[in-house]
């Protein structure tokens, strides 16, 4: 992750005001001695959405979960307005799932109320 802006970036202004749903000023997080994240500055309003692209091990999930105020970061502010929700990518295992188990058991609590849904 690349906390410096590009030219592009930095050349747009992004005024999201009091609307902002989520906004994060001078963020910095170490872990161990390695500094994961450093004076990251992002805003993020309520009707928007963004991605967040990196390598491997550059601080993308530790940024997340400083915005959703799962860590509380080193130095910086993160202010959030209304109800942030982090949608985990990992499913636990054990021996013998596959891919496919796995999502129909992680999928059936919602297409069961889905059918449910469609009867009613």
């Known amino acids: 992750m ?10 747009l202004p992004v005024e999201a005001g009091a ?5 994060a ?3 910095t997080v170490t872990r161990g001695s390695r500094r994961v994240l450093n004076d990251v500055s992002v805003t993020v309003s309520a009707r928007s959405r963004i ?6 091990g550059r601080g993308k999930t530790t ?4 915005l959703a105020g799962l860590l509380t ?3 910086g502010t993160v202010h959030r307005t209304g109800t942030v929700g982090l949608a985990r990518q ?3 295992a054990r021996d013998g799932e596959t891919v496919g188990t796995l999502t129909s058991a992680a ?5 069961a109320a889905l059918a449910a849904l469609d009867e009613a």
Do not use: F, Q, Y
């Not at 690349?2 to 050349?11: L, Q």
């Not at 609307?19 to 906004?23: D, E, G, I, L, Y």
């Not at 991605?51 to 491997?56: H, I, L, S, T």
């Open 19 to 23: 609307s902002a749903h989520v906004r």
């Open 25 to 27: 000023d001078g963020v």
């Open 2 to 11: 690349n906390p410096t802006p590009t030219p592009e970036a930095s050349s």
């Open 51 to 56: 991605a967040v692209v990196g390598e491997n």
């Open 90 to 92: 990992e499913l636990s």
């Open 73 to 75: 970061p080193d130095a």
């Open 107 to 111: 999928l059936a609590p919602s297409l």
């Open 63 to 66: 940024l997340l979960h400083v």
